[in-house]
Each structure stands twice: as structure tokens, then as C-alpha cells.
């Protein structure tokens, strides 16, 4: 699904943030991405949602050359992953419910067919009380877990959760954690940068180790 040959990242005239790195992410497969802070786990992310473009190596993502796919693509590209940013990006004019809700909107779904689909997942996810706040009100954990929602509402071909787990106390980990198991069970890839060792305990799944730019894949 997603094939990474040879890819090298600096920024700018920077150093190498990450050097030959090449995996594949294969479908309906579930994997960490760790490393000491500063490694490069987001700009990995980043590169994987297409909002960075490797300095060298190639990139396929769902059968497309990454260096190939123009501005106007993108967005139909993108449809297909879910993502959980670090700073959940959450628009502050709209309730927890709205924002969960707005990828379904912008396809132009009808609420009728959704509504209960975004309240469902809202209670999953512990915010059946806050569906009808804005997110500024929001705790630092229930604005992460919004953002979760958000990423899931459109059962994305893959998912990429940034530390979608560093806000939130250990029952809630281990549950947030059970809910991207299950989202994998269904079809959808997964792939969670953490640094969080107890939230890697818990799973038997691939890792993805960063570390002086280089990426180590242990199966
Ligand atoms: N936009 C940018 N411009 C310049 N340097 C950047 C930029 N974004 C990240 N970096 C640098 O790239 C390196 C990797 O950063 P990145 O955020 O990808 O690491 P990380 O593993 O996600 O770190 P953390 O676990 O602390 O979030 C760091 O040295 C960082 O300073």
C-alpha cells in the first residue's frame, strides 16, 4: 500500500534527518513507530500524509509515485488517511460533534446517515457527555480524543496517530490502544508513533525504530 525506497529528509540546509530509509506498510497491518525524541517520527508521518516531500528516494503511496501526484490530486489521495496530529488541530468554532462530523460533511454526506454513527463513536471514545462544547473548553485528553475520532469517522484505508496516546491517563491508553486494534481488525492500517514503552508492551506488532536517521523494522 505505501512503499518507502531510499528516502532522505533534511530541512532546508540542514542535516539529514532521515537517511535510506525504506519499509512498506501493507495492508490491514498494525505497527509502532518509536525513537528517541527528535528522531523523526513526525517528519515520517508527515511524509506518509504527503504534507512533506522527501529531499531524495522514491515514495509510493496506494500504487502512486509520490513525485508524480499534483496539488489537485492530493486532497482524493489524502481521503484515504486518517490522521492524528500532535496538536490535534481542532477548529475552534465548532462543537466536538461538528468537528468529528466535518470530514462526512465535506463529502457531502447526509447527517440523517451519519448522526448516529459520530454519537456512537463519541460515547467509544469517552465524549458522549462533550459532544455539544467547543473544543477550547475541552481538556488537553478530550481534545486528543476528539482529534481520534475525527481521524476514524471515515474508516481510512490507514490511520497515522502521532502519540495519540500522550495526554491521556493509562486505562484510557489502554482503550484508545483497543480501539485502533479494532479499527485494524475491520481493514484499516495502522501506524502509532509513540514513545509510550507501556503502550508497546501491550501489543505484539511490528516496530518501526528511528534512530540517527536510520530505520530499523523488526517484524
Ligand atoms: N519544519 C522544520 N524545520 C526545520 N527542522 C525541523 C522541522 N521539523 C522538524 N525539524 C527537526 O527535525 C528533527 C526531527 O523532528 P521530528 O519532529 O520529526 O522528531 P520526532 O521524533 O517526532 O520528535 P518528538 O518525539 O520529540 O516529537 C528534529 O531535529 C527537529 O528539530
Redesign the pocket.
Known sequence: MIRFENVGLR??M?PE?LRDVSFSIERQSFQFLT??????????IRLLFMSLRPTRGLIRVFDRDMATINKKELPELRRRIGVVF?DFRLLDHLTTYENVALPLRVLGKDEGDYRSDVIELLKWVGLGERMHVLPPVLSGGEKQRAAIARALITRPDLLLA??PTGNVDPPLARRLLRLFIELNRLGTSVVI?T?DITLLEQVEARRMV?ADGRLSVFD
Open positions: 530541512y532546508g540542514g534527518i525513537g528517541p525524541s527528535g528522531a523523526g517520527k513526525t517528519s515520517l500532535q502521532d502519540e508513533a514513545h528511528l
